[in-house]
T-cell receptor, first 115, second 116 residues
Framework: DTGVSQDPRHKITKRGQNVTFRCDPI?????LYWYRQTLGQGPEFLTYFQNEAQLEKSRLLSDRFSAERPKGSFSTLEIQRTEQGDSAMYLC?????????????FGPGTRLTVL | AQSVTQLDSQVPVFEEAPVELRCNYS??????LFWYVQYPNQGLQLLLK??????LVKGINGFEAEFNKSQTSFHLRKPSVHISDTAEYFC??????????????FGTGTLLAVQP
C-alpha cells in the first residue's frame, strides 16, 4: 500500500495560465476528496467522488475549477485562468466507503503559487 | 452547519512537558471526530479518531484525546512531548449521518512548538 500520491508537488504559474494537478488514491479506495488549504488555515472541502461520479461540489469551486475521475481511479483537478487568490496547497484524500466511517488518508499535497 | 474551533493558534511547550491542544465543535447532529498532524510541507497524517464507544481514544505517537459530549470538546493530550512533535495539529469533524459525502470540516489548526 503506497499511500495517496499527488503530482506535481509544487507548481509556479503566471496569472491567467491553466494548471492541472493529479491525484492517485490508495488502490481499492473508491472515494476521493479534494481540499484546499490556504496559509494559516485548515483544509476546506472542494469536491468529492465516489468511483467516477462527482457527487458533491463546494461553492468554493468556481466555474474555473473542474475535477474529473474518469475511470474511478486517479483524479485530476484543473484550474483555468488562474488568479493570485488560487495560491494554496491542494490536498487529495481517499477512503473506502463504509469502512471505519470513511477514514480519509491524505496525500502530500500540491502547492500552487500564482504570480 | 458544523464548525470546529481551535482557540490556540500556537502552543509553546518545553520538551518532556505535558501538553493539551483544545478543540471544540458545534453541530446539530452526531459527529465523528478526528485529529490530524501536518509536518512542514507535507500532507495530513491521521493521529486518532473517535467513532463511538469509549470516550478516551488513543492514537499514534503517544497522543490521546477525550470526547466530551456535554462540553462538545475533543481535546488532544500527550503526557511528555518530544522535539519531533513540533508540527501543526488539526481537529476535524464529519457528520455521523452525512449521507454520501462524509466531508471533513477542519479547525484552523494549532502549532505545537516544542522547545529544548
Amino acid at each position: 500500500d503506497t499511500g495517496v500520491s499527488q503530482d506535481p508537488r509544487h507548481k509556479i504559474t503566471k496569472r491567467g495560465q491553466n494548471v492541472t494537478f493529479r491525484c492517485d488514491p490508495i488502490s481499492e479506495h473508491n472515494r476521493l476528496y479534494w481540499y484546499r488549504q490556504t496559509l494559516g488555515q485548515g483544509p476546506e472541502f472542494l469536491t468529492y467522488f465516489q468511483n467516477e461520479a462527482q457527487l458533491e461540489k463546494s461553492r468554493l469551486l468556481s466555474d474555473r475549477f473542474s475535477a474529473e475521475r474518469p475511470k474511478g481511479s486517479f483524479s485530476t483537478l484543473e484550474i483555468q485562468r488562474t488568479e493570485q487568490g488560487d495560491s494554496a496547497m491542494y490536498l487529495c484524500a481517499s477512503s473506502i466507503a463504509g469502512h471505519q466511517t470513511d477514514t480519509q488518508y491524505f496525500g502530500p499535497g500540491t502547492r500552487l503559487t500564482v504570480l | 452547519a458544523q464548525s470546529v474551533t481551535q482557540l490556540d493558534s500556537q502552543v509553546p511547550v518545553f520538551e518532556e512537558a505535558p501538553v493539551e491542544l483544545r478543540c471544540n465543535y458545534s453541530s446539530s447532529v452526531s459527529v465523528y471526530l478526528f485529529w490530524y498532524v501536518q509536518y512542514p510541507n507535507q500532507g495530513l497524517q491521521l493521529l486518532l479518531k473517535y467513532l463511538s464507544g469509549s470516550t478516551l481514544v488513543k492514537g499514534i505517537n503517544g497522543f490521546e484525546a477525550e470526547f466530551n459530549k456535554s462540553q462538545t470538546s475533543f481535546h488532544l493530550r500527550k503526557p511528555s512531548v518530544h522535539i519531533s512533535d513540533t508540527a501543526e495539529y488539526f481537529c476535524a469533524v464529519s457528520d455521523r449521518y452525512g449521507g454520501a459525502t462524509n466531508k471533513l470540516i477542519f479547525g484552523t489548526g494549532t502549532l505545537l512548538a516544542v522547545q529544548p
